[in-house]
């Protein structure tokens, strides 16, 4: 039966049985438990650190706060190893329901070849849905792959497709009208792009390994078009994409048109943005590709202090971007008519 829990530290049973889920292992010296202050775990001679919360939904946290934090070790070049977590719920949350997070957690570490090493739970009425705040380290064995390492004529990359983080939470969070606009079969493939493809890039940063990329980002809040500003910004360029070269999916566009968003400025994890010089760019496409992975070349970069642009049908424009991802405007967003 399901147990309400208290406001503050969760009760040490409680917390017992949720810690079961994280891991344990040789390379953790000391693994989470109740009553321990931190975990000590092997270190490498050069760590990538990242955190990054989940904070635009509640469904499969999990799964999410894995992936958006692996990704930021991948898309530096390095090899996503450890994570803690600070998970924040909402009086009211019962046992039962935080079990169900902890468990997403442990498999989508699984998955990702992660190990969890704790953190903190509390009940607190800070926060009016579950949050969890995912801190992540990774090692690294070459040179990082840093977002500003792009040059004026590498060509600029993607795997998957555009809005994929996006275009999934839309259909979680607007179930029925995602369900009225894409049918049925369309709605739940939608769904299971979670899982399949996945919002991960873990598998992109395998197949890439060696290859002699200068830049690698990836594309969350602000999606394509935040992700390519962020690239050029801090690689001092500009850049040049071909719209027409962009992937995006026909459910993208649609759940898009109907919520009045924009498929470039939507949510992009599981998508790898990357630059190179012209060989090792196609190299980069080959690779993806033949490890089961869409991937294409979607522009390039100009000389310094050049603009960011857009080129559709032939006409060059800005490449229009917000530090706000499309999908808070989900909230104002109208019901059906």
């Not at 040490?12 to 975990?39: C, K, N």
């Not at 607190?124 to 040179?143: D, E, H, M």
């Not at 040049?240 to 962009?246: A, E, V």
């Not at 991937?295 to 050049?306: P, S, Y």
Request: charged content about 20%; hydrophobic content about 45%.
């Amino acid at each position: 039966m399901a147990r309400v829990l208290p406001a503050g530290k969760l009760p040490t049973d409680v917390l017992e049985r949720l810690l079961a889920y994280t891991s344990t292992a040789p390379e953790l010296h000391v693994a989470a438990g109740a009553g321990e202050d931190a975990a000590v775990a092997a270190g490498a001679p050069v760590l990538v650190l990242t955190a990054d919360p989940i904070t635009f939904t509640e469904e499969r946290i999990g799964a999410y706060v894995v992936a958006v934090n692996a990704n930021d070790i991948v898309a530096m070049g390095g090899r996503p190893v450890y994570l803690t977590t600070t998970l924040l719920a909402p009086p009211g949350t019962t046992d039962t329901r935080l079990e169900e997070v902890f468990a997403d957690i442990a498999a989508a570490c699984r998955t990702a070849g992660m190990l969890w090493a704790g953190g903190h739970t509390e009940v607190t009425s800070a926060v009016t849905r579950i949050v969890v705040a995912g801190q992540a380290v990774g090692f690294l064995s070459g040179a990082p792959l840093a977002t500003g390492g792009a040059r004026p004529g590498d060509l600029i990359g993607m795997s998957k497709w555009a809005g994929l983080e996006g275009t999934t939470l839309i259909a979680r969070e607007r179930p029925a009208e995602s369900y009225a606009v894409l049918g049925g079969e369309r709605y739940r493939a939608v769904l299971d792009w979670l899982e399949r493809p996945g919002i991960s890039i873990i598998a992109e940063g395998r197949a890439l390994e060696g290859l002699a990329l200068t830049g690698g980002h990836d594309p969350t809040e602000g999606g394509i078009a935040m992700g390519v500003h962020e690239i050029a910004r801090r690689s001092g360029c500009g850049a040049l994409l071909f719209g027409q070269r962009i992937p995006v999916r026909e459910e993208t566009r649609l759940l898009c048109s109907r919520f009045g968003l924009d498929p470039l400025g939507l949510l992009g994890s599981g998508a790898f943005v990357f630059t190179a010089p012209r060989a090792a760019a196609e190299e980069a496409c080959r690779r993806l590709q033949a490890a089961g992975i869409p991937a294409a070349l979607i522009g390039e970069m100009l000389g310094k202090g050049e603009q960011v642009w857009i080129e559709r049908g032939g006409r060059r424009e800005p490449l229009a971007y917000s530090v706000q991802d499309e999908i808070v405007k989900l909230e104002g967003a109208a019901g059906p008519g």
